[in-house]
């Protein structure tokens, strides 16, 4: 049985002063992080420039990558930080979606007090799959949530879920008018909207994932016994993990319903939640910004694959998935790190 030392206790939790290697050493420099500033608030203005730039539908399917990029997120937070696997995903994100359009069809609840709602019940959901799936082994939360992606759309088309889902037929909505006093489309409105959102969850998770927590996710990673060792309680970590990433996908579900009107318990089985775990591979699990990466690369890989031949556009999809791991096997985010630290 393993005994922790306050030493070893006092050592995880605090990151050791070691004194830094120079490459290292130059990011932590006022230059490294001016430099990084400049590059993400020049990112964040082209963002804020595309939807003046782009027609209608591309702005539309740019406000879609952003939800899946809020799935992306969670689905980082529990796989690339804490070193779980989720197989199903998908079914935070169909929940965070149902809480919003049931909530507004059935209660007539405005439409932004819906989302911190959807967060709130993909937390709680988050915490009732991941508290017993903490206790199996490793690969038990993978079929745990396995599990739960196929049995979702079925449950929701049952006649038991019928009366809050409206079974096959789904819940249409009306999402609210663009403010009067700003000039803006309602395609560009929600993408502004999901813009923020998006901004707000990456930059919590980025603190997130650099302080105790996430100090203590990645010691859960590495090896679990040694972090048990060391006076972490494994299963609260992991349940955590669980729960945040679920509260992220509830969010990027719940906006997904506010930008397309609609939520169908068919557009949310096994094969979407597979598709956020593409994205986060491409993206980069182990990245924050992998995410929005992610997200990008779940809407313009089958556009690439559909324009390259539109007979073949599957067999063509997997070629791509395959050429980016293999160029990329650390994702985007990976290869961008490698071109810096050069």
């Known amino acids: 049985m393993c005994i922790p030392s306050p030493r070893c206790q006092e050592d995880l939790v605090r990151p050791a002063r070691l004194k830094p290697c120079s490459f ?8 490294g992080e001016r430099r990084n500033r400049l590059w993400w608030a020049g990112l964040l203005a082209l963002a804020c420039a595309l939807p003046f ?38 079914a935070f994100y169909a929940l965070g979606g149902y809480v919003t359009g049931g909530m507004m069809f059935h209660w007539g609840v405005d439409a932004y007090l819906t989302l911190p709602a959807a967060a709130l ?10 508290w017993p799936a903490a206790r199996l082994p490793f690969l038990g939360l993978a079929l745990a949530t396995y599990a739960l992606a ?16 409206r079974g096959v037929q789904g819940i249409y909505i009306d999402k609210p008018a663009v403010p009067a006093a700003l000039p803006l489309t309602p395609d560009q409105w929600w993408y502004f909207v ?9 930059w919590a998770a980025s603190n997130l994932t650099r302080g105790r927590i996430g100090r203590a996710w990645a010691a859960l990673r590495d090896d679990e016994i040694a ?10 970590y992991r349940v955590l993990a669980m ?3 679920a509260a992220c996908a509830g969010l990027g579900g719940a906006l997904a319903v506010l930008v397309t009107d609609y939520v169908a318990p068919d557009r949310y089985g096994f094969f979407f939640s597979v598709q956020l775990l593409i994205g986060a591979v491409l993206g980069g699990v182990t990245s924050i910004a992998g995410a929005v990466v992610g997200g990008l690369v779940l809407i313009l890989l089958p556009m690439l694959a559909d324009e390259i031949s539109k007979n073949l556009a599957w067999p063509v999809y997997g070629a791509l998935l395959i050429a980016s791991v293999w160029l990329a096997p650390e994702g985007v985010v990976g290869v961008w790190r490698r071109i810096q630290s050069r």
């Open 24 to 31: 290292h050493a130059g990011l932590t420099q006022p230059h």
């Open 53 to 90: 730039l782009l027609g209608s539908f591309r702005v539309y399917q740019l406000t879609l990558a952003g939800t899946y990029a809020l799935a992306i997120l969670g689905l980082n937070i529990l796989t690339g930080f804490s070193g779980q696997i989720s197989l199903g995903h998908g």
């Open 121 to 130: 019940a993909c937390f709680a959901a988050g915490l009732a799959v991941g």
């Open 150 to 165: 196929v049995a979702l759309p079925q449950v929701l088309k049952s006649w038991l879920a019928a009366p809050w889902t």
């Open 194 to 202: 999901t813009l923020g959102l998006l901004v707000a969850a990456l």
């Open 227 to 236: 972090a048990a060792c060391n006076g972490i309680h494994v299963a609260r």
């Open 243 to 245: 729960a945040t990433g």
